[in-house]
């Protein structure tokens, strides 16, 4: 767009649209810088003057400018854009958190779930081993095997009777037998004093 008393600035935008395009990496493009203001054009020399001398003049003059407007415009959106993207980022952050922080939780609940069970399956597996040899256990199964030998020796006694052992066997059997009878009795008052 032609500067009023100007040539047009190569390149330029006009400065209802500065900004509106977008450079490398589409970030906004900043308008040109004029070469010409067609504004002081029209001052006069003391309006000049006053413009030159002060500097809350020439600053405010700057401040107002089309070009300063729309620099400042294309840095606002920047900048809301940065904070924008500030916030989505904090928020993926914690969100991301938050999910790593609970799947650790599930982890940690899993494994002390895992720890239990195998306290427990441990904690079974002593309270069968002691309820199999507790000494009432063990008495049990003595007069048991007790009452099996002694079964045993009446077996052979019967074989015996109706000839079915020769006497030399029916004595080395029975004898064997009546020997673990006599060491499982032992056994059983051995462990008597130990039952509750």
Do not use: C
């Amino acid at each position: 767009m032609p500067y009023a008393g100007g040539a047009p600035v190569p390149g330029s935008a006009s400065p209802g649209n500065a900004g509106a395009g977008n450079g490398p990496g589409g970030v906004p493009s900043l308008p040109p810088i004029p070469t010409v203001f067609p504004e002081l054009e029209k001052m006069s020399i003391s309006e000049l003057e006053v413009l030159w001398s002060s500097e809350e003049a020439l600053a405010k003059f700057v401040n107002e400018h089309e070009h300063r407007r729309a620099v400042a415009s294309i840095l606002d959106g920047l900048s809301k854009e940065i904070e924008d993207l500030t916030k989505s980022n904090e928020a993926k952050l914690n969100e991301a958190h938050s999910s790593q922080s609970q799947e650790e939780a599930e982890k940690e609940k899993q494994l002390e779930e895992d720890l239990k069970r195998q306290i427990r399956k441990k904690q079974e597996e002593k309270d069968r081993l002691w309820e199999f040899n507790s000494p009432s256990a063990i008495h049990e199964r003595l007069q048991v095997a007790r009452a099996g030998s002694v079964e045993t020796s009446e077996k052979f006694k019967e074989q015996f009777l109706r000839k079915e052992l020769e006497l030399a066997e029916f004595i080395r059997l029975y004898t064997m037998e009546q020997k673990r009878v006599h060491q499982i009795t032992a056994l059983i008052e051995d462990i008597a004093p130990h039952l509750n």
